[in-house]
């Protein structure tokens, strides 16, 4: 296995509803990546249509749901062949279509020129349940660098469990593509990351949207953090913390990270413990008992 990986994340201001124009100018980016020796390149949340909600319209007739396409459509098609042609791997976000239903998904594709699969986000927060439906399971895909984890922003930010499941797998790099805007603060999204990097000792790669797309002025702020040579402290390897000064200009940032820092049993390095007391089966038990519960049964 691999430690030496490039990977870029960009800030990138979506055209809203316009996947052809969005396809495109993400494909130029992964071309300009690849030149500059990216190995993974990561875009925002749908960042192939926008991502705000089309309240002017309901039901099948709302934008996300109108641009939604299959893992064989056309877009991932040229990403596919895109990520082919300049040897790299690339992760988009994008409705996502599965017969009658959409997903805020996640796309990735590889450098063999496939769709390796997609992550449907889990928890919709706001109105993005007006046009999509949840997800129900992780998605991580093999690299030269181990198994990689693909999240997407609140699933990020709030549910931890993803988090650590992906890091207890083996993961050292998540992939954390994001749709911020001001109406969440930056400090919230930042103590977040942060946090989650440390205390997991693993590498996130996070790519915001920037603009007022729609209505929801983008914090931008993409950025790849992860461990830090003085223990515990985490580092920016690339880009810049959410709501940090220019950090909602349209850029591409790439950070060249050492994974071997996160060879080490996850936890160990925040905590000094060579074993830590990370016990799956206990909490198997716990949430059985939180499923049950009326208040949580139905979802």
């Not at 030149?35 to 249509?49: M, Q, Y």
């Not at 082919?84 to 994008?94: D, H, I, M, R, W």
């Not at 985490?234 to 909602?248: L, T």
């Not at 790439?254 to 007391?277: E, H, I, R």
Request: proline share 5%; aromatic share 12%.
């Amino acid at each position: 296995m691999e430690d030496i990986v490039t990977v870029a994340v960009v800030n990138f201001e979506p055209t809203w509803g316009d996947t052809h124009a969005n396809c495109n100018r993400m494909i130029g980016y992964m071309r300009t990546a690849s030149k500059r020796g990216a190995d993974i390149v990561v875009f925002p949340e749908t960042a192939l249509s926008g991502y705000d909600v089309d309240a002017d319209h309901e039901g099948d007739a709302q934008m996300h749901r109108q641009v939604a396409e299959s893992v064989d459509g056309p877009c991932a098609k040229a990403f596919a062949s895109a990520a082919k042609e300049y040897g790299l791997y690339a992760v988009y976000g994008a409705p996502e279509r599965d017969g009658n239903a959409v997903y805020n998904a996640a796309f990735v594709v590889s450098p063999e020129g496939e769709v390796v699969g997609t992550y449907r986000k889990l928890h919709l927060p706001f109105k993005e349940a007006k046009w999509a439906e949840r997800g129900q399971e992780p998605f991580m895909f093999d690299t030269p660098w181990g198994p990689v984890g693909v999240s997407i922003c609140y699933d990020t930010y709030v549910f931890g469990e993803i988090m650590r499941y992906y890091r207890a797998s083996g993961c050292r790099l998540i992939i954390n593509c994001t749709a911020v805007d001001e109406f969440v603060t930056a400090e919230n999204v930042r103590t977040a990351v942060e946090y989650l990097s440390a205390t997991n000792n693993v590498y996130i790669a996070s790519a915001n949207c920037i603009g007022c797309i729609r209505e929801n002025a983008m914090l931008g702020g993409s950025h790849i953090v992860g461990p830090s040579s003085h223990v515990p402290a985490i580092h920016y390897y690339a880009g810049q913390p959410f709501g940090a000064k220019g950090s909602d200009e349209q850029e591409m940032f790439l950070g060249t990270l050492d994974l071997s820092y996160v060879n080490k049993s996850f936890l160990a390095q925040q905590w000094a413990d060579k074993n830590p007391d990370f016990t799956p089966g206990r909490y198997i038990d716990m949430y059985k008992k939180l499923a049950n519960m009326d208040k949580f049964a139905s979802r």
